[in-house]
């Protein structure tokens, strides 16, 4: 505390004198204690992602025959066979974790949130679509949130803002983003500090946003006296998200960030908001496009990105029936074995994940790409989804995480829990747990298949 | 538009002024929570605070609808990190507008010895009167001596006093105090075993519920006096409030939230552009204030709740008539119509709006359409369809069933399903010569639609006899007065509450369902005006 208050009163001196620049030395003392500022050799920045897509996929058609390396891409994976203009293929970046299971100890398999809600948060809801504790990017975000611009970025491509993918405690929603322009505004806007626009002026107002949010901070003390434990929890959380906005400041003042990958993202092509399958995947690439620019400027170290919701409203123009309603209502193709109406959004999905996969490979950073250090787990709510299944919840890891993983293998998960991956990626991202999830989905054995 | 209620709301009985401080039966009232504001409401706020013409960004964090109300979600909505960055950002972009040099004259009730610096004497004023809008109360000293400094910084800094100002105003809308209706409890004097709401606690209750914004300076004056919590002096508020024009903004807040109208405003009502072509989003939004004007105008002029469910009145524009194949002169914008004696359109539930809602993307929904009946108009639980039930043969249109009750009927031949979809079927399929977006249909795939249909015992024949024998549904009036309890106080009732509950549905039945009688009757009880306090944290279950 004594520390930002020096700076801001120094600052605000300073400001008052009318100095219009501030050299860099001076502000090196600006930064804040964690590690904000990237010195030239630091390591490059560990990022976390989430993506999602629902009602699941056919698992004789999906999950690879064989473990380990060098398996043949199953069916419904094809879309991984896709080569990349940075060379190989996406398969070569994604390893697939089949046999990883939602144990519900006794609990109701709620339809489509019992597998979403277990697998994201490793605690089996008792009420339905209820969230109780906080979604894995989360849990990584409230740990290495606080050292960037922006402590995570939501997105997804349903077009819908009231569906989230990402909850904080007790059940409070990250709103997503929803439309790739209303993104680029907030990361690129005028406020992004671009790296190769000139020398670096910061804002006076800046500091006056800080002057602002210490007052309601005092508010919120005040208030706090008054209320109870219901919403006390509640102004934890206010205060908690102010804190974030006075480091996101902090951010601004220390200048643009030294990262030889960072340059401002390009505009952005239309948009075209929707459920039919084309828009949702083109949100889903533009999206993906921004992201990756955001990440090469360390705006943000974790994400999350819904493709769409878990009773999936995809659908095909013309048809009268969306993704979800036909996965229960198309029979199984006697002849094909599968619903062949259904098992088609699979397809699109896969595209979408390995679209979403690719844009992370298309910025070089270090010596490799971008996606090199990240880590984004894929997954959706559920396996067959005729009957909700919740045995061998699909998920696939992408990504090197700084070579902290490998990629390109196939892990059998053999019925244990599904919270496994939840716990190996909180592992791999630098938190120190021994454990994860609740009752019947504690786990403490890490998938060591993927680990380096 | 609105009809002034006056004269409805004169010739009301009840036992205010007997000195209880409250209608109806004594009952230990439920807890009190922070209520986030709504984004309805924090627009509303911002236009009657700080100007009709500021336009409030869009870019606001979505409110949280539980137990089927935002108004419940309210009082669980958080302030999350990109939430909160949301709100710094629409404080800026206000707090600009409001002191731009078309502005601030109006707001700011002084002169600065100079524009170029900061002046504490206006810039206390100011705070101290735009913030007890924005607070619902008069600022401390210590919130107000701090927003000072902040506009005599920022002004010193920038070298202009308005400009100071726009921190300072910053920093009230970014507030817990603002975005959170705050309502606090006080021992009661009369009786000290309960608690109620102390008079500025009940000023916001009041506002928001009927006007669904901040309360005015009236009303703020009663309260912050003490004279609110005079028995007659909170009934004559509330008879101020509902006979104001301003009371449509309530009841259409209060339909909007419980019928889920948001979905049309944000563009979620979507149609398969192939199969409905004549579907656009003005046709959406045309067909959500359709509904709202029709309610606004049967309440307003005190009609009888349940005649909703069967007026024939209605007002449409050119793009609803093509929809309902009726004539609609204006070209532009709307007209009074009423649907002709022969036509299979009466009552709310014949509405475009209601119909496409409870569709699918592709076509219509007798179970969701029944499923809203029950839930919302008749506050009946339905449970949700077991995990592995196989719905294959119940809805295939390839074969031989070709009428959605052809495919439903296997429902109640199947245990599993019988249970639940013989609650919702019988009625959904009555309204089955409605399609997706609510056009009228003979015919689905070539076969005449048998439209009979069955609610609780009443049999019918299509939607005119189903909007009739709901309209006569015992539990009709009851569900609006436990909806709107719920609406009011943010919260389901306590089962200490149930005799109230009781008691207002009598009320209401003997008012003839006029609900602007229920709204005071709702404000002058004890579920409204005590409480047993802070809400405490849920034990979660789930948690270990």
Request: with cysteine.
């Amino acid at each position: 505390m004594k520390k930002r208050f020096d700076r801001r009163t120094m600052l605000r001196g300073t400001l008052a004198g009318g100095v219009a620049t501030m050299g860099l030395p001076l502000l090196d003392c600006f930064l804040n204690g964690n590690g904000t500022a990237l010195a030239q050799g630091a390591p490059l920045p560990l990022r976390f992602g989430a993506w999602m897509w629902g009602c699941g996929m056919n698992p004789e058609r999906w999950a690879p025959a064989t473990t380990g390396e060098g398996w043949e891409l199953p069916l419904e994976l094809v879309a991984l066979g896709r080569e990349l203009p940075s060379g190989g293929q996406v398969r070569d970046h994604v390893s697939v974790l089949s046999g990883f299971d939602v144990m519900l100890g006794g609990r109701p398999n709620f339809p489509h949130t019992g597998g979403l809600v277990s697998t994201t948060t490793g605690n089996v809801p008792v009420e339905d679509g209820v969230y109780v504790d906080p979604t894995l990017d989360s849990i990584i975000a409230s740990q290495i949130g606080g050292m960037t611009r922006f402590r995570s970025i939501e997105m997804s491509s349903t077009g819908n803002p009231n569906q989230a993918y990402s909850y904080e405690a007790r059940g409070v929603p990250n709103a997503p983003e929803i439309s790739p322009a209303a993104l680029y505004t907030r990361v690129f806007g005028p406020e992004f500090a671009d790296p190769n626009a000139g020398p670096f002026v910061p804002d006076p107002r800046l500091m006056l946003r800080q002057s602002v949010l210490s007052v309601v901070k005092e508010d919120r003390d005040r208030l706090a006296q008054q209320v109870g434990t219901h919403d006390s929890q509640r102004l934890d959380q206010y205060f908690t998200s102010v804190r974030q906005l006075e480091q996101q400041i902090d951010v601004l003042l220390a200048g643009p960030p030294d990262l030889e990958s960072c340059m401002k993202a390009p505009q952005l092509g239309a948009e075209n908001l929707g459920t039919e399958v084309s828009q949702s995947k083109l949100t889903n690439q533009l999206m993906a496009q921004l992201l990756s620019f955001a990440l090469a400027c360390d705006q943000t170290r974790v994400f999350s990105m819904m493709f769409s919701f878990r009773i999936s409203g995809l659908r095909q123009l013309g048809s009268n029936s969306q993704h979800h309603q036909l996965t229960h209502d198309e029979a199984v193709d006697p002849v094909l074995g599968y619903q062949s109406e259904a098992t088609q959004f699979v397809f699109d999905s896969m595209e979408a994940w390995a679209d979403f996969v690719e844009a992370l490979t298309a910025i070089p950073e270090g010596d490799g790409t971008l996606l090199d250090n990240c880590l984004v787990l894929g997954h959706s709510d559920i396996s067959f989804a005729k009957v909700h299944g919740i045995v061998g919840i699909p998920m696939m890891i992408a990504g090197r995480a700084g070579g902290r993983i490998k990629p390109g293998v196939h892990v059998d998960g053999n019925a244990s829990q599904t919270s496994r991956v939840g716990l190996t990626v909180q592992q791999v991202m630098g938190l120190n747990v021994e454990s994860w999830g609740k009752l019947s989905m504690e786990a403490t054995l890490p998938v060591s298949e993927i680990l380096v | 538009m609105a009809a002034l209620l006056a004269g409805t709301i004169v010739g009301c009985s009840g036992s205010i002024g007997d000195g209880s401080g409250s209608d109806g039966p004594a009952v230990d009232a439920g807890p009190v929570a922070l209520r986030r504001l709504t984004t309805e409401q924090y627009s509303y706020s911002i236009h009657d605070v700080l100007g009709e013409d500021i336009t409030v960004p869009s870019r606001i964090d979505p409110d949280d609808r539980r137990s089927g109300l935002i108004a419940v979600g309210s009082t669980f909505a958080g302030v999350t990190s990109s939430g909160f960055e949301k709100y710094e950002a629409a404080a800026a972009t206000i707090a600009e507008q409001a002191l731009d040099a078309d502005h601030r004259a109006e707001l700011v009730p002084c002169e600065p010895a100079s524009t170029s610096s900061g002046d504490d004497a206006c810039a206390r004023q100011f705070i101290e009167q735009v913030g007890r809008r924005l607070f619902r109360r008069s600022l401390s000293q210590g919130e107000i001596d701090a927003r000072v400094d902040v506009a005599r910084n920022a002004a010193q800094v920038l070298g202009d006093f308005y400009e100071g100002l726009e921190l300072a105003l910053s920093s009230l809308l970014v507030s817990p105090n603002f975005l959170f209706r705050v309502e606090r409890a006080e021992p009661d004097p009369n009786d000290s075993e309960r608690q109620r709401l102390t008079a500025t606690s009940i000023a916001s209750r009041l506002s928001f519920l009927s006007w669904n914004t901040t309360p005015d300076d009236e009303l703020l004056e009663v309260a912050e006096s003490g004279e609110l919590l005079d028995p007659d002096v909170l009934a004559a508020q509330v008879d101020r409030l509902v006979a104001s024009p301003r009371a449509e903004i309530g009841l259409r807040a209060l339909f909007s939230d419980v019928y889920d109208f948001k979905q049309f405003d944000d563009g979620l009502v979507r149609k398969d552009a192939t199969l409905f072509p004549a579907y656009t989003q003005t046709i959406a939004e045309d067909a959500k204030e359709q509904t709202l004007r029709t309610i606004v105008a049967h309440l307003t002029s005190g009609g009888d709740y349940r005649d909703l469910f069967t007026t024939r009145k209605t007002f449409l524009t050119r793009n609803l008539g093509l929809v309902y194949r009726v004539p609609v002169v204006a070209t532009d914008g709307w007209e009074a119509h009423t649907f002709d004696e022969d036509s299979p359109r009466a009552g709310l539930l014949s509405h475009v709006s209601t119909m496409a809602l409870h569709s699918h993307t592709g076509r219509s929904s007798a179970t969701l359409r029944g499923k809203f009946v029950r839930e919302v108009l008749l506050c009946q639980d339905i449970p949700t369809p077991p995990a592995n039930v196989d719905f294959s043969i119940v809805e295939d249109t390839t074969g031989e069933l070709r009428t959605a009750r052809e495919r439903l009927e296997l429902h109640v031949t199947n245990d599993a399903c019988a249970g639940c979809h013989s609650l919702m079927d019988p009625i959904g399929l009555a309204f089955e010569n409605f399609d997706a977006i609510g056009a009228f249909r003979e015919q689905e795939n070539g076969v005449t639609i048998d439209a009979s249909g069955e609610l609780d015992g009443v049999s019918f024949d299509g939607p005119i006899g189903v909007g009739e024998a709901l309209r006569d549904h015992p539990e009709l009036g009851p569900c609006l007065v436990r909806t709107l309890f719920r609406y009011s106080l943010g919260r389901d009732a306590t089962e200490d509450e149930w005799p109230l509950l009781d008691f207002l549905g009598e009320r209401f039945a003997e008012s003839e369902f006029r609900v602007s009688d229920l709204v005071r009757d709702i404000v002058l009880s004890d579920g409204f005006l005590t409480t047993s306090g802070p809400r405490e944290a849920a034990t979660v279950e789930g948690e270990q």
